[in-house]
């Protein structure tokens, strides 16, 4: 508790779902599911999305990261992610996005405290340096 408070401390993230979404049509079923643009995301790039059924009723909250130029990650809770994947297989055809369960393939962990950007930094994550870190996290 008392290295959180002063530096940095991490915990892993409760177990979430995430799937990999790609195909020619990909960013354009994710844009129809979710109230987001997340045709417009570049590679490498990420956004919250909220995902709602076609009558508006609210199923998940997601993170979407695009990997790939016709790929993208979907990161939701498990709870939501059953919903939101029944959902998927409903109203997005598998001949124009393919999606794959990789929710065994990553893991969730979050960073707390006052020098995250240091510690973040020193892991090499994605390439940021401190002062990127740094400014970002102002």
Not at 66 to 91: H, N
Not at 119 to 129: C, D, I, K
């Amino acid at each position: 508790h008392q290295g959180g408070r002063r530096r940095a401390a991490y915990f892993r993230l409760p177990g979430g779902n995430v799937r990999r979404v790609s195909g020619t049509k990909a960013a354009e079923g994710l844009t129809g599911r979710v109230k987001n643009e997340v045709s417009k995301l570049a590679v490498g790039k990420g956004h919250y999305a909220v995902a709602l059924s076609p009558k508006g009723k609210l199923l998940a909250d997601l993170a979407v990261l695009r990997t790939q130029p016709e790929t993208f990650l979907v990161e939701t809770s498990a709870l939501a992610g059953a919903e939101w994947w029944a959902m998927i297989k409903k109203y997005v055809n598998p001949r124009l996005a393919q999606y794959k369960d990789e929710s065994a393939t990553y893991l969730a962990i979050g960073v707390y405290g006052p020098k995250v950007a240091a510690v973040v930094a020193r892991l090499g994550v994605f390439g940021y340096t401190y002062a990127t870190l740094a400014t970002a996290m102002e």
